[in-house]
């Protein structure tokens, strides 16, 4: 998978900048397979909702509540996707400004910083179908 445009995936940490990118125990950027099975479904279900039903929960993984106990149980998703490594990403960091809505300014102390992987990275993409 090649990048056309930058991206930002923060990790909830901010020990350099304000927010920094999602890395691996090496330092190098990834994106979770969970992030790109959930921006799919989204779309899928904001898309396609006709198509809603057991055999689209089977093929997302969503909780079914069992017939006996009444307990909720998951469902092993028919879509598997690895997490997406990249080994030639070029990470930058950026500067924001927050805007005030109400007034459209920017407000008082409202720089930040943040990190992001530069278009044109590639990212292994390992998809699995049960």
């Not at 350099?16 to 950027?29: A, R």
């Not at 017939?67 to 598997?80: E, H, R, V």
């Not at 008082?108 to 278009?119: A, L, V, W």
Request: aromatic share 14%; glycine share 6%.
């Amino acid at each position: 998978m090649l990048l056309e445009s930058p991206l930002i995936i923060g990790n909830g940490k901010s020990e350099f900048v304000d927010i920094e990118i999602l890395k691996d125990k090496n330092d190098m950027p990834f994106i979770p397979g969970t992030s790109v099975i959930g921006v799919l479904r989204h779309y899928f279900t904001d898309n396609f909702p006709e198509k809603r039903g057991e055999s689209f929960n089977y093929f997302w993984d969503s909780l079914k509540k069992s017939k006996s106990d009444n307990k909720q149980n998951t469902i092993q998703s028919a879509f598997i996707c690895h997490d997406l490594y990249s080994t030639d990403a070029k990470i930058y960091v950026r500067d924001g400004v927050r805007i005030n809505s109400a007034k459209q300014i920017a407000e008082d102390k409202g720089k930040y910083d943040f990190e992001i992987i530069d278009k044109g990275a590639s990212f292994d993409l390992f998809w699995k179908l049960l």
